[in-house]
């Protein structure tokens, strides 16, 4: 019995935690309120070329790091944890695509993104689908040229800055994945005001778009469940890290402002808030780290533990946020003030593959209770 | 035991009614349904109607512009609004009328009411609230932007922050502190201040859903006459806290018409989602609706009290409480009705940041995703949820004080 | 606009109050908590002789008082306030159909309930059926020496001590009301354990029970409704005095119970869980006062707002039952304590006549949401 | 990170499966299917085959009667139990085995284990805890029991209440204060006495479910020798608190696979309501689903660290805050789910009052009304809910003091 990480694992954690710290943390957070949504591709590159976190679970024959996903989870919980504004989450789950295709495609494109040269998102959900509906309305079609792909994809995160997206698009043989350039032809990006100002997120059109195929129809369906289950894992990490920000960003307030002459961490109403959230962020941390132990051991019931660690983050992420704003009181409510990016994040990454409510359903239906 | 409007009340409402669709452009479709930019204009525009045909302040005396009828007219006057899918004029009333106004014709002289009343009534002048400053939040008496009375009146140095509508005010109602030895409760002053001097400076503070309605006010030096102490020096905190229950109290009624009308727009967005026939919904939704109702019955229950000149005390903090409670519960069920849609403000944002968005208002995620944010503020501002307990508990309640720190 | 009981109101409120103060009060609990339940016909004779309680509503020309329903309705909320554990609310819900008849047998019944001689119950649900279900699997028939009643009713209360029962029979022509007393042939009476100490319970059978009829087929079924409606809001009633009296129950002894060197009261979490509890109190008070007023005022929505009461009266004599056996810690979770009474009877009459679930379902179907 | 049993500890899990399998009648349907009267006989004799077999405290040491094998081995026997609807031993074992054994072998003396320890371990001796008193609820410290030492050893007098199984008992382990002068927590000290002299006497408390598994024990000049004291003289605090920590820890992850028991019994309670397919409940019932995994992840993460010899700490108050208020949820549900039936107790009581009912058990509304009711009082004992979330925060969350009293 061992439900601890091992120390390379605890050392990959603060070496990713003091990174973002310094390169990503709360200036950047500060200026993403100020002027808004940047990338900034130093960071990004210094990211994939000195700690290889873009590529981490991809085989070092193909230029990762060739770690497994407990690995990859630690990583997005301390992104979680820093809101790393960048397109990190976007661009892994298009390497899960990738890593699953023998292509030269995608050798290229896996070598392209560790060397943090390369963006990359998913364009998975139509716009009226859920995130679980495995059938799409976007079509490819074979021409002697290649796949040419139409079609109409939604809330693709980090669209404006992704500079190639894996599609999942239907063929006359079945679901397939393709890789697709932001700059060929038919590809119209369209910008939408996300809530999550850290994560931008827009809408893909495709018309006659010319994309390569990645992996055709006798396995893309098993990497898009393989794919579903990691990503929900992934969004979980991340909440959980936003939980535990936002409840240390109250606790950290409530040891330092006064009122009534005592700082009003004293006082129990405040503590009762914090040590409910608390025992929520504990809870949706083991099960998050269950859920990520379960798919790196290849354990077939990963997605519903999937399942259950998503809504278990979601509703702790946004209870933590929640109360941080109300800890703070109006300062708390303000624009100037970073509280509200964690609420629009729990949110928002709560919606993002799957609601709790959604993932709540998939349960009962997985263990048909 | 009859919780409707008595009969003479039923027939003002059915006049103001009539004069209402006299006012309004044929297939009118509610304020929620103008394009955004066009909803200040439209509000102004309603207002000097309304000022016009007499029905701003009814329930005020006749000598100061009212019209010297009762609180009942007055709710009656604000509940038809919202069912004809009108705004309750402006927020900057709120303060000027329902707040200022009120204050004054408790607290004010004679001369004072005459003086201030009329432009408050006519819109001519507009007012704002200054009581929370960056050290005073839930603990409202230790504010400390202090007076000094000088030979030309009240001298003023400090600052406040969450004063609504400031930079669109010409006066300000402000605590102040006069006497800074007496006990922190004792030393306090209400002063009305005009906001249009070279002492005051204004910065507005934006909120986390994008707009900016609240200020930053810094007093240096600024001066205001010795006859605009509302209420008597150091009887301050009396005053306030009187005039913090207008804030809370009075609206309950006409406040749950506008949360009926959004509840209708929830049921519409959950048939648009084909979320309609699910249980779960279905619950959360009848839920809702009995709280909305029970909203607007103790809003009646306080407005009967008020009839018959009975205080509303920290009852008042109940209906806030309650609301604002609700709301949070309300805005979390729409983000869940949204469900992936949640992800992306589309369509048109509230015209109205505090409680529900605008009657008549679409389905759109912007304005739900918009309200889900105001709405936490609402369990923040005019006293936290948690200080709103802490006085029911102690005043309705009984329960005991915390011990004094040693 | 007037949300205010007048004086006469008020003084029939102060006078139940006082009577069951001294005659069924905190002694009364205690002995049903020692000696088990045990009915005092002392008191419910003098109930009925000097306050006339049980035929208030009733017209004085049939030996009533000839009051409304509001006035019936504080009589409720003081019940539940004392918990009195005489069979006030089966009486007078069978009274109810009675007065819908004209018949002599009704005449008599009513005369002897006003007399305090008569204790009677209503029979409605069958065991397989929910409270809502307008039909019946029980018969009556016709025979030339009057009607026969056959068939099994589940959850009736104050079964144990009822001298008669109107009984909710389906008759060739439709369903209709009978009356038949408890020593007729092929009664048998069931005691079942009641979750509400205070309130027995039973399955009634009856097999060719030779029963009066009282409501036929043309007017049953709108007598059903309306009962239904009056049970729901005096069940809510009931709930909100219950609910206040735990309240005040709570509130007492956190003023009087010292830990730490203090009264408990005057810790924060315990004040939010009364402050809590205070609102929800108030909000069913003013939901079940008004859904009465609609009631006694003929109006047509009085079914909805019946149910709207019945949920958040149930919900909040839930919360407040349970947050005083919290308060007390210990000795709140005790037999000898009547802490559990309150909660036993938040939780049975929450579900005698609709949970708040099915109530909040019924709304939404009502209104159509 | 492997949140599994080691291979060891799965193969000792399967051999103690197959003595199971001897010991069990065929056809074996759970300790839950038992009628209610053969159940204590049946849990003793359990019992006594697990002390025959060598299962019971088998991460004691040798030289006390145990097998000198790990907690991992110790949470592998308990859940073997409950997935073969076999109950944990006794209440009283909690007491003697996992409160008072875990205290001897961390403070006692090597007499003292030697003294105690077997005995325990075969159920010859029988042990209670005096904590908690009338006037010292939540406030432990405040204990006012006295003992003080003569020439035949320790003098107590005083009171104690909610010690459970006391009447079953033949030992009691006391906070009693030694020293009136000391400050609060430094006068307390931790006695052993025996149960059966004429200085005690025992009176059983019924519980509001109707049983009656708590007693107040009152102690009149009782007597227990010198070298009873377990810990030090004036150490009470820290032994008893220390104590504490086992009652709370240890089990979360066994009690876990009690509840997913109980939550499959409710899902084929809501197939027998026609409720299985409505989307409220499907909600509720999934959301419980993934909280009883918490629960055992967090037992396993315990587990984790008391292999490694670190200490819990305040952690064990999340735990018991995570289970008990789950277990009000849990229950509600179930009311629920019985709608009108929650109005009749019917069928089979529980066999047990501490958490979930045993494993087997039908799905009769008695059972269900009962736990209802039980569940109420886990969110009280070993500390109400309202103190081990403060505990939290201060501890965990290094959250101010509240200011002393003047």
């Known amino acids: 019995m061992d439900f601890t990480f091992a120390q390379e694992q605890e050392d990959l954690r603060d070496a990713v935690r003091s990174f973002l710290r310094k390169r990503a943390g709360a200036d950047a957070r500060r200026e993403l309120l100020h002027t808004g949504y940047a990338f900034d591709r130093e960071v990004w590159r210094s990211m994939a070329r000195d700690l290889g976190l873009q590529t981490l679970t991809v085989p070092e024959e193909r230029g990762g790091s060739g770690a497994g996903f407990l690995e990859s989870m630690i990583v997005f919980e301390e992104m979680g944890r820093e809101l790393f504004s960048g397109p990190f989450f976007s661009t892994v789950l298009a390497t899960w695509v990738l890593d699953a295709s023998a292509s030269d495609a995608a050798n290229t494109a896996l070598q392209q993104v560790a060397d943090g040269d390369l963006v990359l998102t998913a364009a998975i959900a139509d716009e009226s689908g859920t995130w679980s509906a495995p059938g799409t309305a976007t079509r490819a079609v074979a021409t002697p040229d290649g796949h040419r792909v139409t079609g109409a994809k939604a809330r693709v995160t980090d669209l404006p800055v992704a500079d190639a997206f894996v599609v999942w698009a239907q063929t006359a043989e079945g679901p397939s994945w393709f890789l697709a350039p932001a700059g060929a032809d038919g590809v119209e990006a369209i910008a939408e005001e996300s809530l999550d100002l850290a ?69 129990q109403a405040l503590k009762h808030l914090c040590a409910d959230a608390l025992v929520e962020v504990e809870a949706a941390r083991v099960l998050t780290h269950y859920a990520a132990w379960a798919i790196a051991a ?72 | 035991m009859n919780p409707v409007f008595s009969t003479p009340v039923q027939e003002f409402q059915r006049e103001f009614a009539e004069f209402l669709r006299q006012v309004l452009p044929a297939g009118w479709a509610g304020s929620g349904a103008l394009p955004h930019d066009e909803f200040p204009a439209f509000a102004a525009d309603l207002r000097r109607a309304l000022y016009e045909g007499g029905y701003l302040g009814v329930d005020w005396p006749t000598e100061y512009g009212g019209r010297g009828l009762t609180p009942e007219h007055q709710v009656a006057v604000a509940e038809q609004l919202t069912r004809m899918k009108l705004p309750q004029t402006s927020l900057s009333d709120v303060f000027g009328m329902q707040m200022f106004g009120s204050t004054v014709l408790a607290f004010g002289t004679e001369e004072q009411k005459h003086r201030f009343l009329p432009g408050i009534l006519s819109g001519e002048v507009k007012w704002c609230q200054g009581y929370s400053e960056p050290q005073s939040g839930s603990d409202l008496a230790s504010v400390s932007t202090a007076a000094v009375r000088g030979a030309d009146g009240w001298h003023i140095d400090g600052q406040k922050i969450w004063t609504g509508t400031a930079h669109l005010a010409d006066w300000i109602f402000a605590l102040v502190r006069t006497d800074p030895e007496a006990p922190k409760h004792r030393g306090l ?22 707009e900016a309605e609240f200020n930053e006010v810094f007093f240096t030096d600024a001066v205001t006459a010795d006859d605009n102490v509302i209420g008597g020096v150091n009887n301050g905190w009396r005053v306030a806290t009187a005039l913090l229950e207008h804030e809370r109290g009075g609206a309950a009624a006409v406040l749950a018409v506008r949360f009926e009308e959004e509840l209708d727009r929830l049921c519409e967005l959950a048939r648009e989602h084909r979320r309609d026939q699910d249980s779960d919904i279905r619950q959360r939704i009848a839920w809702c609706r009995a709280r909305v109702l029970a909203m607007k019955l103790l809003g009646y229950k306080a407005l009967t009290r008020s009839l ?16 604002s409670e609700y709301h949070v519960v309300l805005t979390d069920l729409a983000m869940d009705i949204l469900g992936d849609e949640a992800l992306v403000l589309r369509g ?16 759109d995620s912007a304005g739900w995703i918009t309200t889900f944010l105001t709405s936490r503020s609402s369990r923040i501002y005019a006293g936290t949820n948690q200080i709103q307990r802490t006085l029911l508990a102690e005043s309705i309640l009984g329960m005991p004080r915390e011990p004094r720190p040693a």
């Open chain 2, 308 to 323: 018959r000149g009975q205080p509303i005390g920290a009852e008042a903090a109940m209906t806030k409480l309650y609301w």
């Open chain 2, 189 to 210: 002053t209400l002063l009305a201040c005009p906001l249009r001097q070279p002492g005051i400076e204004i910065r507005q503070i934006r909120q986390m859903w994008g």
């Open chain 1, 298 to 369: 290849g354990q077939a019931e990963a997605p519903v533990l999937a399942s259950m660690a998503k809504q278990a983050a979601a509703d702790a992420a946004a209870q933590a946020a929640g109360n941080n704003i109300q800890i703070h009181g109006g300062i708390g409510a303000t624009w100037e003030h970073e509280a509200h990016l964690w609420l629009r994040r729990a949110k928002a990454s709560g919606a993002l593959f799957g609601s709790p409510r959604q993932h709540r359903a998939r349960i009962s239906d997985l263990l048909s209770a």
């Open chain 2, 348 to 363: 048109r944002r509230p015209a109205l940041a505090d409680g529900p968005d605008a009657p008549g208002a679409p389905t």
């Open chain 1, 199 to 267: 994560r931008p997120i827009g809408t893909l059109r495709l018309t006659d778009t010319p994309a390569t195929l990645i992996v055709g129809p006798g396995q893309a369906a098993a990497v898009r469940e393989s794919v579903d289950t990691r990503a929900c894992v992934a969004l979980a990490a991340e909440l959980v890290g936003t939980a535990q920000a936002a409840l240390d960003q109250s606790v950290e307030w409530s040891k330092s402002r006064h009122q009534f002459g005592r700082p009003i961490g004293s006082f």
